[in-house]
């Protein structure tokens, strides 16, 4: 049994991101099983975060930044460290960093000894090409005490390419939230969108890399010729990083495919959704495809099960992330040819009744008290007082930890 913690759960944004709302969910989840869990995350608007939690969250102050992306995250870090400067700030059992942005703020406070050391998920390892933000996210990997993440894709690849041991914890989903049943607004959500007849595929996250959108704009536009009918909705984005690149060309592809986007075209983008219309959305496609290498059951997959929605979901090489048969279609993807058949392979009733009641049942194995059940050994770990269980190297100690080249 673990006494009562108080938790700092720190993120990077107050705005609906993957991993801002694991943090949300997870501080609730915290907090019903009797600990305090206090949610941080920079807010340069100073409106809070994109929906009401039922744990306590810290907006902490932030300076508005139009520059590129190294001086964004810069002074999002130099944020941080500004708010939890003095010993009142930190007045919590254990630190918890939920990002690149907050493990940097938190390896910089531990080598100054204003608190004894943190805990970082990795929820994914980028593939970034400018030196600094590199660094950054290698830091915010080596500097923590201990290590937790999402999924098995992502521990092997801390694994092999850092030589790190990381906890599973995987993701979770609200069952109360997303249901099945249909709810009186879901019409008028498909409406308001711009859908017709269908069917509807939903893709989650913008136009970026990580989310493969190119291979599903290449593989729609193949549907397309068997099902004419057949709309793709690209939904949120709002990244930290610039996507301005991966963007244009998949702007290009759809010019390319003779793709018109807008409500009611073959394409539409939505941007941002409001959380109150994500349940429904998920409801009123027919099919998510969830393309992130890496991510294992990933938090939009969950909410598509919970929601009887069925899931395209990447194949993870040589991993233990691939779904049993019956939870999900797993599809090579980088492969848009094998995504179309995917795709129209979905929409078959007998199979989707069969994915339906598999990705049900997945989404019930995962509830976040669950989760943050599996984060309280390590906690424990981290509290003054008690023997950690591995030497926390930081600050200059934890660089002399070498990167281990992918094909070493």
Known sequence: MVDRLRIAILTHSTLPRGGVVH???????????????????????G??????????????TAKPVAEPTVALVRSRIADYLSHFSTPAACDFDVFHAQCGISGN?????????????????????????????????????LDAGRLLCVSR??????????????????NGVDGTV????PAPGDPDLRRRIGLGAGPVFLS??????????????EAFARLRRHIPAAQLVVAGGGSLLDHAGYEARCCAALEREGLEVGPGKPVIRTGPIAQGDMPGLYRIADTLVFLSVGAGYGLCALEAMASGTPVIVATQPASADDPAPGEALPVEPDDPDALAAAMRASLEPSRRVRLRAGGLEVARAHGWES????????YASLVPGTAPAATIATGSAAWNTTRIPGDA
């Open 178 to 181: 997303y249901t099945s049943d």
């Open 105 to 141: 703020a938190l390896a910089t406070l531990t080598r100054r000894r204003l608190i004894p050391g943190f805990v970082r998920t990795v929820h994914h390892i980028d593939t970034l090409a400018d030196p600094q933000l590199s660094q950054w996210q290698d830091r915010a990997i």
């Open 23 to 45: 943090a949300l969910a997870l501080g609730e989840a915290l907090c019903g099983l009797g600990h305090e869990a206090v949610v941080h995350a920079p807010d340069p608007t």
């Open 153 to 170: 894709s992502s521990a092997e690849t801390l694994a092999a390419e850092y030589g790190a041991q990381a906890e599973m914890v995987g």
């Open 47 to 60: 409106r809070g975060f994109f929906r009401d939690a039922r744990c306590p969250v810290l907006s902490v």
């Open 204 to 217: 989650v996250g913008g136009f970026e890399a990580r989310k493969n959108t190119l291979a599903i704009i």
């Open 371 to 378: 989760c943050a059940a599996r984060h309280l050994e390590t």
